[in-house]
């Protein structure tokens, strides 16, 4: 059981939800992750995902990537049914999705890094012509111009900081082209001005694509988030515009207070 | 020393070394052609083939720990098929290297698909299981292989009328063959597919998550070793004009995954300087005790104990990252 | 039908030959991730082993155990000697390490215990036949059958009923919870070891009143014993069980019906499990850690 606001967001009401998860449910042996999960994901709009260690964010996040399959419901996106779909596919059709941790090629520098993920989405990754891996390292180049990595396109990736890794991963990222943008606690261990810079880093980039966001910095949430679901123990609590969130009992019971200090 | 996976341009120094080694391999291949030696060419040519499949083998490895038990197996019957095809073309060499290759594409492509979901210990099982079962058709089928006898008699190779059947000329179509297959590997390295198969040793999770068909991969990765193992294998029995059931062996797949590690795995030209240590030591001992299989044994636990990233990297100085 | 009832007893025997190896085989891989391919030298040794004690005039039933506790011996000072450092490796190091190993091995007994093909000299009691429906069957393997059944009760029952067993299992499941509970996981590894090495041993000595011993020998059991394992599925014992006999009855019917391609078929019949079932045939089901 969810509640979903009834208060009309800033955002205009396009048309049907990029996302959309009907009655979703999965379990392991004998523990269930999750229940009965109906949610939405808008066109455009940032989604934050919160809750308790163990709600299942991450689980979910497997869902819909295509790792796992659910149990039950459905899970459409752009309209049609990601069922069949493998992980590859589910990719190569714009779901794109960060993990917990930084996953980068070690041994490549960072436009390397990135030019990987510009050829997957230009569908010349299998190609035996160096021409095809120069023109994806002109296109890395560009990207990453835009980050705080400006300049250092050439170093090896492994040499980076954590925080400077976590910026090379979003750009891997956002090299697929994505149009809905799955990001699993993108600014965990980050410093605070790290933090924003990266974020403002996803939504310069793209600024009309649909992100699910997933974190435990509640203060980043409320911040950039249009809406925000609030996860426990395996079930949608709530699914609203966040200071509606805060006022919810039940998301504040999950939290614990934790909500309460925030100013809407 | 070609890295299969290393950013192009990161090191100055190393890129011009990079751009000298055809050039310094041109002269390393012409040193045994100019010494003239009808044994050392022969050997030599041996080395260069077996080299080439074992530097195949490097990029199955290194395109995400595929440790194929069953390498020799795809060598074996390229060499096989270019035996038998001989006496049907008249030693047309052309048409014997391009049997011996489609050979080693089809073997080669059999056993990816077949161990398309495997990984780790079930892939060394099953490329195991596959090629034992090349071996048994070698070892059994005598009316096509010639049992455990093996293959003797078949024409020598031929260009036209001219025949190759000096170790000249033998070894000089060896040291073409290793040439062109150390490009097309290399050329690969550097290519988005290069990327890709190390992209897939590193993060197969993440290539996933970025579209890629790890599946299709794997294939490519088969077909390409499949191409220059075969070419390899194809010129493999006119070196000694005979071709037995040992070559397809598991023990003879083993033998190329100690090359492998002895040359260093990250390494493409690694492949040839293990087949020149193992074959030379081999060689070497053979003619002097019975119990040469005794000390390569204990020659090559020494190195996997104190040398487990393989000679060449430890002549690059430094454990592989 | 009593032909083939003869054949399946064959194929009994077999079985248990390859359930004493698989089952070394997979205790070392559950239980330290560790790949031992010097593990077919383990089964021959313990041949030589049974049958040089059978020619020498000693109580014939020693035979087994003596040749269980050499091998064990000898498994334990290779753990502690080169082993041990490799159970974190790479899989990869490991198949490098142990075919390195097996290679120095073969050759130390074909130059301890000649090229020959040696058979062991057989008390009376287990030479000769009974008959078995009308056909004649070797007395030595219904020994085997008979010993297989009570070793695998006892393993069964050591396992599943006493507290090491218990120790055991649990570090097959969890390795590193192992240590938090105060077990001596290094003890536990060796002693791992040495009882894989053992089972390899007393299998081949028993084995070797049915299949001889010759150099060669060593790699034909490796290949079965990591058949065994592998299509069994690598987490779990009831899979090995499972596979052994399988293994045991394709490789002894396919004798019967194409002697001449008989490998290849059994090679055709396990590769097409292998690629069926690429979890094993037997799996322990659940979320993988």
């Given at each position: 059981m969810n509640d979903v606001g009834t208060d009309a967001s800033a955002m205009p009401q396009e048309a049907a939800p990029i996302l959309t998860l009907n009655g979703v449910g999965k379990s392991f042996g004998a523990v269930t992750v999750l229940q009965d999960i109906d949610l939405d994901v808008r066109r455009g709009e940032t989604l934050g995902l919160i809750g308790p260690n163990g709600a299942g964010k991450t689980t979910l996040f497997n869902l819909i990537g295509g790792l796992h399959a659910p149990d039950t419901g459905r899970i459409r996106f752009r309209g049609g049914d990601l069922a069949p779909r493998s992980p590859a596919a589910r990719a190569r059709m714009g779901l794109v999705r960060t993990f917990q941790k930084s996953l980068v090629f070690p041994e490549l520098s960072v436009q390397d890094n990135i030019a990987i993920a510009v050829r997957a989405s230009q569908g010349t990754g299998y190609s035996l012509r160096r021409s095809a891996h120069v023109l994806a390292r002109s296109h890395a180049l560009s990207l990453i111009d835009t980050s705080p990595l400006k300049g250092r396109h050439a170093e090896s990736v492994s040499g980076l900081s954590y925080g400077e890794q976590r910026i090379v991963d979003i750009l891997i990222a956002l090299a697929q082209k994505p149009l809905l943008l799955l990001l699993d606690e993108p600014t965990a261990g980050l410093a605070d001005t790290e933090a924003r810079t990266l974020l403002a880093l996803v939504r310069r980039q793209h600024a009309r694509i649909s992100i699910v966001l997933i974190s435990h910095d509640i203060d980043i949430v409320f911040q950039t988030c249009d809406r925000v679901a609030v996860l426990d123990l395996g079930k949608l609590l709530v699914v609203d515009a966040p200071r509606n969130v805060v006022e919810h009992p039940a998301a504040r019971a999950a939290y614990l207070g934790q909500l309460s200090g925030i100013a809407s | 020393m070609t890295s299969l996976s290393r950013s192009p341009g990161k090191h100055a120094p190393r890129a011009a070394a990079s751009r000298a080694l055809p050039l310094a391999a041109l002269v390393v291949l012409a040193l045994p052609g100019l010494l003239g030696d009808e044994f050392l060419l022969r050997?030599?040519?041996?080395?260069l083939l077996i080299g080439t499949a074992v530097m195949s083998l490097n990029l199955l490895i290194g395109s995400g720990g595929l440790v194929s038990l069953g390498h020799a197996a795809?060598?074996?019957?390229?060499?096989?098929?270019?035996?038998?095809?001989?006496?049907?073309?008249?030693?047309?060499?052309?048409?014997i290297v391009l049997a011996g290759t489609m050979a080693g594409v089809a073997m080669a492509g059999l056993m990816a698909l077949v161990s398309l979901r495997s990984s780790g210990l079930h892939f060394l099982v099953m490329t195991l299981v596959i090629g034992q079962m090349a071996w048994e058709l070698a070892f059994r089928w005598r009316e096509l292989t010639g049992g455990a006898d093996g293959l003797r008699g078949f024409p020598k190779l031929a260009l036209g009328d001219w025949y190759l059947d000096d170790a000249l000329g033998l070894y000089a179509l060896a040291a073409l063959t290793a040439l062109a297959c150390w490009s097309l590997l290399r050329q690969t390295a550097a290519a988005p597919l290069g990327q890709a198969l190390s992209g897939m040793r590193d993060q197969p999770l993440r290539m996933?998550?970025?579209?890629?068909?790890?599946?299709r991969l794997r294939i490519l990765a088969f077909i390409l070793t499949g191409i220059t193992t075969g070419a390899a294998g194809a010129l493999y029995p006119f070196v000694n004009q005979y071709v037995g059931p040992n070559v397809v062996h598991w023990s003879m797949s083993a033998a190329f995954v100690i090359m492998a590690v002895l040359g260093s795995i990250r390494s493409l030209v690694g492949g040839y300087i293990g087949a020149a240590l193992y074959l030379t030591i081999q060689t070497y001992l053979s003619s002097y005790t019975d119990r040469w299989q005794l000390i390569i044994g204990i020659l090559f636990v020494t190195t996997v104990v104190f040398m487990p990233h393989g000679i060449v990297q430890k002549i690059r100085g430094g454990k592989t990252p | 039908m009593s032909y083939y009832l003869v054949q399946s007893l064959n194929a009994l025997s077999f079985s248990v030959l390859l359930?004493?190896?698989?089952?070394?085989?997979?205790?070392?891989?559950?239980?330290?991730?560790?790949?031992?391919?010097?593990?077919?030298?383990?089964?021959?040794l313990g041949g030589y082993v049974a049958i040089q004690w059978l020619a020498s005039g000693a109580p014939w039933w020693l035979a087994f155990p003596a040749a269980f506790l050499l091998t064990a011996v000898i498994g334990l000072v290779l753990d502690r000697l080169a082993f041990a450092r490799f159970y974190a490796r790479p899989h990869l190091m490991q198949v490098l390490l142990t075919y390195g190993l097996s290679v120095v091995f073969a050759d130390l007994m074909r130059w301890g215990f000649s090229a020959d093909t040696l058979s062991p000299a057989l008390p009376a009691i287990l030479r000769g036949g009974v008959w078995i429906a009308g056909l004649p069957f070797p007395s030595y393997r219904l020994f085997l059958i008979g010993i297989g059944l009570l070793l695998a009760l006892?393993?069964?029952?050591?396992?599943?009923?006493?507290?090491?067993?218990?120790?055991?299992?649990?570090?097959?499941?969890?390795?590193?919870?192992?240590?938090?509970?105060?077990?001596?996981?290094?003890?536990?590894?060796?002693?791992?070891?040495?009882?894989?090495?053992?089972?390899?041993?007393?299998?081949?000595?028993?084995?070797?009143g049915m299949l001889s011993a010759y150099p060669g020998l060593d790699e034909e059991v490796l290949i079965l014993a990591l058949l065994v394992v592998v299509t069994g599925g690598l987490d779990n014992f009831k899979g090995t069980v499972a596979c052994a006999v399988l293994l045991g009855f394709v490789t002894t019917f396919s004798r019967v019906w194409w002697p001449e391609f008989a490998n290849f078929i059994t090679l055709a019949i396990m590769a097409g499990v292998l690629v069926a079932y690429p979890d094993g045939l037997v799996t322990r089901g659940g979320r993988k850690a």
């Open positions: - | 050997f030599a040519a041996e080395v795809v060598f074996g019957v390229s060499a096989y098929t270019a035996a038998i095809v001989a006496s049907q073309v008249d030693g047309n060499a052309v048409a996933t998550a970025l579209g890629y068909d790890l599946k | 359930l004493l190896t698989g089952l070394g085989l997979a205790l070392v891989l559950n239980l330290m991730n560790f790949i031992n391919l010097a593990h077919g030298s383990f089964f021959l006892t393993l069964w029952y050591a396992l599943d009923k006493t507290l090491w067993g218990a120790a055991l299992r649990a570090c097959v499941i969890d390795r590193d919870i192992v240590e938090t509970l105060g077990l001596n996981a290094r003890k536990i590894f060796s002693a791992g070891m040495a009882l894989a090495a053992g089972l390899a041993g007393l299998g081949g000595a028993l084995g070797a």
